[in-house]
């Protein structure tokens, strides 16, 4: 089946304490990307990579690393989580840019930081 | 900015009715997308519409763009429970290589 997939979940962490989100998609998508939603605030781009070792960021990069090694995966990674990144996050990808091609999302990480 | 604006926020409606939510956008655009979203879910992508075309229908749901006006309409026919959803959409320009949402209409058809 044709899937992004996001894991963990759901995630509680401590302030401070690093973290990864996994993403993975099987269906050989160029583009990906991390966006976070938020009550009020919509849905809001983290980063974006239109393809391996290709990366940039979106409007809120502050306080988030990715990674793009290889065309299937990219981690997003929080090396100090802090409570006002505790949010909803998505991972999505596209054949190409998604304005032509249309977004796949993950089911999504629910994190709390405390 | 090319993000749309979803209206009305919240529409509540009656099993089998229709329902219709409005987009508008600010810039020109190249294509609109439409995404549902069951709650806490993944957006899922619905349909996409050139800005050369008027109207576009896939099953139940019928979208309208007009450029002149800068907005696009989503009807959903015949409504279900099942239904029940939040809906963003997405204007797109060529020039740019991100995707932007806004906060979208909350749709609820009871029973």
């Known amino acids: 089946e044709a899937q992004v997939t996001q894991n963990p979940r759901y995630l509680i962490t401590v302030t401070g304490k690093k973290l990864t989100v996994t993403c993975s998609q099987n269906?050989?998508?160029?583009?990906m990307s991390w966006y976070r939603q938020d009550p009020g605030l919509g849905l809001r781009q983290i980063y974006y990579?239109?393809?391996?070792?290709?990366?940039d960021k979106g409007d809120v990069p502050e306080g988030y690393k990715v990674s793009r090694k290889e065309k299937r995966n990219f981690p997003l990674i929080l090396e100090s989580p802090s409570p006002n990144q505790t949010s909803l996050y998505f991972c999505?990808?596209?054949?190409?840019?998604?304005?032509?091609?249309?977004?796949?999302f993950g089911s999504g990480t629910r994190l709390t930081v405390v | 900015s090319q993000q749309g604006e979803e209206d009305p926020q919240a529409l509540s409606i009656q099993e089998g009715e229709n329902a219709t939510m409005n987009c508008s956008y600010k810039t020109s655009i190249n294509n609109l997308q439409w995404y549902r979203q069951n709650s806490g879910r993944g957006l899922v992508h619905l349909i996409l519409?050139?800005?050369?075309?008027r109207e576009k229908h896939s099953g139940r749901l019928r979208v309208t763009l007009d450029t002149s006006k800068k907005s696009s309409s989503l009807l959903i026919t015949a409504s279900r429970a099942a239904d029940t959803a939040s809906y963003f959409c997405a204007p797109w320009m060529d020039s740019s290589y991100k995707l932007i949402f806004g906060s979208g209409t909350r749709l609820l058809v009871r029973p």
């Open positions: 269906m050989n998508h160029e583009y």
């Open positions: 999505a990808s596209s054949l190409g840019v998604p304005g032509l091609y249309g977004y796949t």
């Open positions: 990579s239109m393809n391996v070792e290709v990366t």
């Open positions: 519409i050139r800005s050369n075309e």
